[in-house]
């Protein structure tokens, strides 16, 4: 059996092995390739002449050395013409495979793109199609002390826009008032005690992942921005993402029930409606958005600030709607008309909002500022009563418990702050490790529990506000946390594409 040279394919005079390769070559060829390249021409690793390992082989017939032939000068001329042959031959196939994979691939390429600009082409002319037989419907009539942009009606599935600012009237402050004295009445008489359904803190410490769904949002601009249940089935689940997209997912069915379409930037803000099939969004394109789930449709769009909306709070009666932005000020609309009754900003220390969020009474809400303030407003009056400082850079999240009596508040420092709204004072600070991003924070229904989102997802006890949960599953930050029913369930979304639920 004959060794055949991997570069010249003859049987070598001096054959040699690369032990990189485990290949055998012609000496005199492998010494002038690793002189000009350094490295083994079959995988192209480094390799040395020291390297190479000699193998001892028996020729029948040993050819005689030029030098001892007629015409030595001749073959020597010969025999280096063909080395060269055989080097620029190896060196030649070696470009050709190389050049075929990458055609392969470019070929790959330009018909992936003629699929996608065909189907793109498609929904194009479809698309003006649909358009172009639109018909005329009548506007919408509104009162001529509060006109409004020109609108269609709802039959035609596009959004009504207003802008124009309403004031807020005797009425709307008397339906305010009549609501909260109403939740003060009931507050009082649950007292002190807790919901026999409540889940105890025994058993929520035992709470593990049970399910987790990544197919909500688009995975080419990934991260799902916002969480909301509905108050009344929190089998049902809201979401917004860096998608653009608004999505309602039934968490018992596993179906996605509606995916709502029309904000021109990454959603950032999303409410339930408590008794209507109705939801809010909010989004850096300086819209708020009010959709029908079942039409899936929006019905109309608010455009109440000239900068990102940076937050959203339904009020207790759910018929208005509290906004901030980081144009500096917080708005107060009707989510029936989409009028805006009042616009608000602290001019003494004008700064961009970055969260609001209602008492659970509806007469005063919170503010979070980019400046780390959270400021309490008199919704009646429209005035800053009280300001709560300690934290340092933005404010993450604020969140009103149940009971009327705590706020939670989050910002850049790793710091969750507990404050009275009887004496205005910070009763508890949770410190968190250095490097901790807090995205989010709630309070479960009955004010029992207070869940932080983040870096990760934690769950206290309050009063003692001792830690009984700790979630590490999202790969990403975590972006929003919400309780279900009588705490029967956590559910949590990421910037991961996840929505994760817990429960035992």
Not at 220 to 247: H, Q
Request: aromatic share 6%.
């Amino acid at each position: 059996m004959s060794i055949l040279c991997s570069i010249s394919s003859e049987v070598p005079e001096h054959p040699c092995v690369s032990p990189v390769s485990n290949h055998v070559y012609e000496r005199r060829l492998i010494e002038k390739y690793i002189a000009e390249n350094g490295t083994d021409p079959v995988n192209g690793q480094p390799l040395s002449e020291e390297q190479l390992i000699d193998i001892k082989a028996i020729h029948p017939i040993r050819p005689k050395p030029p030098s001892s032939t007629s015409i030595p000068a001749i073959l020597k001329s010969l025999q280096d013409e063909w080395d060269a042959v055989m080097l620029h031959s190896f060196t030649l196939r070696q470009q050709l495979q190389t050049t075929r994979q990458e055609l392969s691939h470019a070929l790959y390429q330009h018909d992936a793109a003629c699929r996608v600009i065909a189907r793109l082409t498609k929904e194009v002319t479809a698309a003006r199609e649909a358009l172009a037989t639109l018909k005329p419907q009548a506007g919408l009539t509104v009162p001529q002390t509060a006109p409004v942009t020109p609108t269609t009606t709802l039959g035609t599935g596009e959004p009504m826009e207003v802008g124009e600012q309403v004031t807020m009237t005797a009425e709307i402050i008397q339906k305010l008032q009549d609501k909260a004295t109403v939740l003060t009445t009931e507050r009082k008489k649950r007292g002190k005690t807790v919901p026999e359904e409540l889940v105890r803190g025994e058993e929520l410490s035992k709470y593990r992942q049970v399910a987790s769904h990544v197919g909500l949002h688009s995975a080419s601009v990934p991260g799902i921005l916002a969480l909301d249940l509905c108050p009344s089935d929190t089998t049902k689940v809201l979401t917004g993402g860096a998608d653009k997209n608004v999505v309602v997912f039934n968490k018992t069915s596993e179906q996605i029930l509606a995916t709502l379409k029309g904000h021109s930037k990454k959603v950032t803000s999303v409410v339930f409606h408590p008794t209507e099939n109705t939801v809010f969004s909010a989004s850096p394109d300086s819209t708020i958005r009010i959709w029908n789930v079942s039409a899936g449709l929006c019905v109309q769009v608010v455009r109440a600030h000239e900068g990102a909306v940076t937050g959203l709070s339904l009020h207790a009666t759910g018929d208005y709607l509290l906004s901030s932005s980081d144009d500096q000020y917080w708005a107060f609309s009707d989510v029936h008309t989409g009028r805006v009754l009042t616009k608000v900003t602290d001019e003494a220390a004008a700064c961009a909002l970055t969260c609001a969020q209602f008492h659970p009474d509806g007469l005063i809400f919170g503010t979070g500022t980019i400046d780390s303030q959270i400021k309490i407003w008199d919704l009646k009056e429209r005035t800053n009563v009280a300001n709560f400082p300690g934290h340092s850079g933005p404010i993450a999240g604020i969140a009103f418990s149940e009971n009327g009596y705590y706020l939670a508040t989050a910002g850049d420092d790793a710091q969750v702050r507990l404050w009275d709204l009887r004496k205005l004072k910070n009763f508890k600070t949770i410190q968190l490790e250095g490097h901790y991003q807090v995205k989010c924070l709630t309070f479960d229904q009955s004010g029992t529990y207070l869940a932080v989102g983040g870096t990760d997802i934690r769950v206290y006890v309050c009063k003692q506000w001792a830690e009984i949960l700790h979630f590490t599953e999202h790969s990403g930050v975590s972006t929003g946390v919400s309780f279900g029913e009588h705490s029967r369930f956590i559910a949590s979304s990421s910037m991961d594409r996840s929505l994760k639920f817990y429960s035992v």
